[in-house]
């Protein structure tokens, strides 16, 4: 039988949950979306005018469906925790039941299970900033949206992750080498994302025999990049000085996810997967 996956964080076609959704559909994978609730208009009545069509074509000429979009913003856990202007803000008042837990407890009272769970979102509000001149409050949001966001998912979605299930996130070199200009935060986000991901892959690998694994990708130029601002250099600094001198293409960060994913990877877990044409490797620019 087909697996089933949750992918959270796509609200275009340009991003790498986007990528790994085509990749896990040209699979077999039946697709389910979380996407952010401030995006989520947008997102779907672009789907729905066919705005995606052809980003959306299989390599057998099928056209991916997404079988249900969930609204979800993953720095909350439950409706306790939703502050009043949240409540109140237009751009969250026509959706309902977007927070993690509830999100997962949609998925199954619609679905009873998935097979595959991904975490493709990050957000850092201060991350033009160096770490220097980042607040309080502006680290804490980055390590709250793009860290505790996956210790959240996973421990609301185990429950429905069905055995021989796995889940995967992505990082970002910036976790372990210097970056400048991964700023607010974001860095830190992703160590603390890397390190969560040995941890949860213990718990999760104890509790059901479930594998986690993040994907650290090179430079994409997808909405949260292009933000950053330095996301044109990146990708030239990588073509001019990685062993594969090629530009990284979503596809090839989505097949990875997809062989995570699979049972040929069934040995694999607690592991950061570089998907990068090999950068990591090199120790100077050349
Ligand atoms: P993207 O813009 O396609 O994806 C980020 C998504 O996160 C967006 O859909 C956004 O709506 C969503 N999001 C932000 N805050 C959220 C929240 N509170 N709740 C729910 N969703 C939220 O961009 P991209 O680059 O594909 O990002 C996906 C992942 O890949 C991120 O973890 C990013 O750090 C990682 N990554 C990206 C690289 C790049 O060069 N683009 C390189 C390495 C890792």
Same mark, same amino acid.
Request: charged share 20%.
């Given at each position: 039988?087909?697996?089933?996956?949750?992918?959270?964080?796509?609200?275009?076609?340009?991003?790498?949950?986007?990528?790994?959704?085509?990749?896990?559909?040209?699979?077999?994978?039946?697709?389910?979306?979380g996407t952010w609730v401030p995006a989520l208009n947008i997102f779907e009545s672009s789907l729905r005018r066919g705005k995606f069509d052809e980003s959306r074509v299989l390599?057998?000429?099928?056209?991916?469906?997404?079988?249900?979009?969930?609204?979800? $913003?993953?720095?909350? $856990?439950?409706?306790? $925790?939703?502050?009043?202007?949240?409540?109140?803000?237009?751009?969250?008042?026509?959706?309902?039941?977007?927070?993690?837990?509830?999100?997962?407890?949609?998925?199954?009272?619609?679905?009873?299970?998935?097979?595959?769970?991904?975490?493709?979102?990050?957000?850092?509000?201060?991350?033009?900033?160096?770490?220097?001149?980042?607040?309080?409050?502006?680290?804490?949001?980055?390590?709250?949206?793009?860290?505790?966001?996956?210790?959240?998912?996973?421990?609301?979605?185990?429950?429905?992750?069905?055995?021989?299930?796995?889940?995967?996130?992505?990082?970002?070199?910036?976790?372990?080498?210097?970056?400048?200009?991964?700023?607010?935060?974001?860095?830190?986000?992703?160590?603390?994302?890397?390190?969560?991901?040995?941890?949860?892959?213990?718990?999760?690998?104890?509790?059901?025999?479930?594998?986690?694994?993040?994907?650290?990708?090179?430079?994409?130029?997808?909405?949260?990049?292009?933000?950053?601002?330095?996301?044109?250099?990146?990708?030239?600094?990588?073509?001019?000085?990685?062993?594969?001198?090629?530009?990284?293409? +979503?596809?090839?960060?989505?097949?990875? +996810?997809?062989?995570?994913?699979?049972?040929?990877?069934?040995?694999?877990?607690?592991?950061?997967?570089?998907?990068?044409?090999?950068?990591?490797?090199?120790?100077?620019?050349?």
């Open positions: 039988k087909g697996k089933r996956a949750f992918i959270a964080g796509v609200a275009d076609d340009n991003g790498y949950g986007w990528a790994i959704a085509k990749s896990l559909a040209a699979a077999g994978a039946e697709i389910l979306v390599p057998d000429g099928s056209l991916m469906e997404i079988t249900k979009i969930y609204p979800l $913003d993953a720095v909350f $856990d439950n409706p306790e $925790d939703v502050p009043e202007d949240i409540k109140t803000n237009k751009r969250y008042a026509g959706s309902s039941k977007w927070t993690v837990q509830e999100a997962a407890e949609s998925v199954k009272s619609d679905f009873g299970s998935i097979d595959i769970l991904v975490h493709s979102l990050a957000n850092g509000p201060e991350v033009l900033k160096p770490l220097l001149e980042t607040s309080r409050k502006g680290y804490l949001a980055a390590l709250s949206a793009s860290s505790y966001s996956y210790v959240s998912l996973l421990k609301h979605f185990l429950p429905i992750i069905n055995p021989g299930g796995s889940s995967i996130s992505l990082t970002y070199i910036a976790s372990e080498r210097i970056i400048p200009g991964y700023g607010g935060g974001m860095s830190s986000a992703k160590a603390a994302l890397e390190s969560d991901t040995r941890v949860l892959a213990f718990e999760a690998g104890r509790r059901k025999g479930i594998r986690v694994n993040a994907i650290s990708a090179g430079p994409l130029r997808s909405r949260a990049a292009k933000a950053i601002g330095f996301i044109d250099m990146m990708i030239d600094y990588s073509s001019a000085n990685a062993p594969l001198q090629k530009e990284l293409s +979503a596809e090839e960060v989505g097949n990875t +996810a997809a062989f995570l994913a699979s049972p040929l990877a069934s040995a694999i877990t607690g592991g950061v997967i570089y998907v990068d044409n090999g950068l990591n490797a090199m120790g100077v620019g050349v």
